[in-house]
Nanobody, 116 residues
Framework: QVQLVESGGGLVQAGGSLRLSCAAS????????MGWFRQAPGKVREFVAS????????SYADSVKGRFTISRDNAKNTIYLQMNSLKPEDTAVYYC?????????WGQGTQVTVSS
């Protein structure tokens, strides 16, 4: 099993920045893929960004390219999501996810609210 704990959410004005963190524990050798998803009220959960633990290749949703950056700290088994130039439409619960191939493990989510 892998446990994921997110932190760093909050309320920010449009144009501001936040950094989310996701700490992994347990069978972390299974977390070859890690990523971030989000779910806004009344909408389906959507992909935001992902990173392969080995090699560090990244992928981003078109809606966040150029504004969000995913990164990792190997020693802390932690990934981050730096979110800049935030927009009201970025308001959602953000979830960290991980797994060996698919995203099998999920965190509890952290709320991000962007005011206009």
């Amino acid at each position: 099993q892998v446990q994921l704990v997110e932190s760093g959410g909050g309320l920010v004005q449009a144009g501001g920045s936040l950094r989310l963190s996701c700490a992994a524990s347990g069978r972390t050798f299974s977390t070859s893929n890690m990523g971030w998803f989000r779910q806004a009220p009344g909408k389906v959960r959507e992909f935001v960004a992902s990173m392969k633990w080995s090699g560090g290749s990244t992928s981003y949703a078109d809606s966040v390219k150029g504004r969000f950056t995913i990164s990792r700290d190997n020693a802390k088994n932690t990934i981050y999501l730096q979110m800049n130039s935030l927009k009201p439409e970025d308001t959602a619960v953000y979830y960290c996810a991980a797994g060996p191939t698919l995203f099998d493990y999920w965190g509890q989510g952290t709320q991000v609210t962007v005011s206009s």
